[in-house]
C-alpha cells in the first residue's frame, strides 16, 4: 500500500522535531541550526512513487511550512531543504527529564574521555 503524503508529511515533521530537541541538548543549549534535505529518492520511495513531480514537491514543502519549519525547494535537483532550530523545552515531565539529564551525563563524560 503507498505511503499517503500526509502520512510523509506527518512522521518527517515528528522525526525532525524529536531530532531538533536532542540537538538543542546536544548543543548544550546554543541555538546552533542544523539542515534536512529531503531528497526525489526518498519521497519516491516513502510514497511508493515512480516519480515526483513539481505539484509533490510543493504539497510537501507547504506541509513543512504549516508545521512552522523553514523550507525550500530546490527545483533543479528536486529536493526539498528545511532548515531546523534547536528546541529548547521549558516544561518536562519526570521520565523526559530524566533522559535529558542522561544525555548529558553521556555528552560530559565523552568529552571528559576526549580530554
Known amino acids: 500500500m503507498p505511503f499517503n503524503d500526509d502520512d510523509f508529511i506527518n512522521s518527517t515533521v515528528r522525526d525532525i522535531k524529536t531530532v ?3 540537538h538543542a541538548v546536544q ?4 541555538n546552533e541550526p542544523f539542515t534536512v534535505t529531503i531528497t526525489n ?3 519516491r520511495q516513502a510514497t511508493d512513487r515512480e516519480r515526483v513531480k513539481t ?5 510537501i514543502h507547504t506541509g513543512f511550512i504549516a508545521a512552522g519549519l523553514d523550507a525550500e525547494i530546490n527545483y533543479e535537483d528536486k529536493l526539498i531543504k528545511v532548515t531546523v532550530e534547536p528546541i529548547v523545552k521549558s516544561a518536562y515531565s519526570l521520565n523526559q527529564l530524566k533522559e535529558a539529564a542522561n ?4 555528552i560530559y563524560l565523552r568529552e571528559s574521555l576526549e580530554d
Open 55 to 59: 505539484p509533490v514537491l510543493e504539497k
Open 27 to 30: 548543543a548544550k543549549g546554543r
Open 41 to 43: 529518492n526518498d519521497i
Open 20 to 22: 531538533a530537541r536532542e
Open 103 to 106: 544525555t548529558i551525563d553521556e
